[in-house]
């Protein structure tokens, strides 16, 4: 099926709709030039109902992933916080590893890295359905801390519209790890 090319809108619109509905665009509020909102809209047609759009980031055209907090597990002003995708992944926020004898016996490809997690985080994937315990000690989880964390192995978050979503102190980083992967460990 081809796809009309992108249009640029520049104007305030109201938009509504939910993560599986898609959004719609209701119209154009106001033409204010100087309060425009520029966006670059994919419209679909379904059954000739032109409403129906799929809004884009337009600094880096394509669709933008929204995060859905899951929990946080904090001790002490320490906040690894766990985030579901509306794309079947999840992803993790915790602190950057640098110990070299942790690293070294990992194999991470150029876009991986490892976080290191409170393991009661991972309690708070039942808030998406799947099992808060910890049954199986495999991949995603790559090391076992001395002190009972978890070290999760995963693709790095890179993109600033994902990031733009999260508070990460400078000693912190996030993965993005597959549903399918973390429905492993229970």
Same mark, same amino acid.
């Given at each position: ?7 640029? @809108? /520049? ?8 993560? !599986? ?9 106001? *033409? ?48 690894? /916080? ?17 110990? *070299?004898? @942790? ?7 150029? !876009?991986? /890295? ?47 519209? @994902? ?24």
């Amino acid at each position: 099926m081809l796809k009309p090319p992108c249009r640029k @809108i /520049t104007s305030t619109a109201r938009l509504y709709g939910t993560r !599986n509905s898609g959004i719609r665009f209701l119209g154009v509020l106001a *033409e204010r030039a100087e309060h425009s909102l520029a966006l670059d809209v994919e419209f679909r047609v379904a059954q000739h109902d032109l409403r129906s759009a799929t809004f884009f980031n337009p600094r880096w055209r394509r669709q933008i992933m929204h995060l859905r907090f899951l929990g946080k597990a904090t001790s002490g002003g320490q906040s690894p /916080t766990l985030y579901a995708t509306g794309e079947d992944s999840y992803v993790v926020q915790g602190w950057i590893v640098t110990d *070299e004898a @942790i690293l070294a016996k990992l194999d991470l490809d150029d !876009n991986e /890295t490892v976080v290191e997690i409170y393991a009661r985080l991972l309690s708070f994937l039942e808030n998406d359905g799947l099992s808060g315990t910890v049954g199986n000690v495999v991949p995603p989880i790559v090391h076992v801390m001395e002190n009972g964390n978890y070290v999760v192995k995963g693709t790095r978050v890179e993109d600033p519209a @994902i990031l733009e979503q999260m508070d990460i102190p400078n000693h912190e980083t996030c993965v993005l790890v597959e549903k399918r992967v973390m429905a492993l460990l229970g």
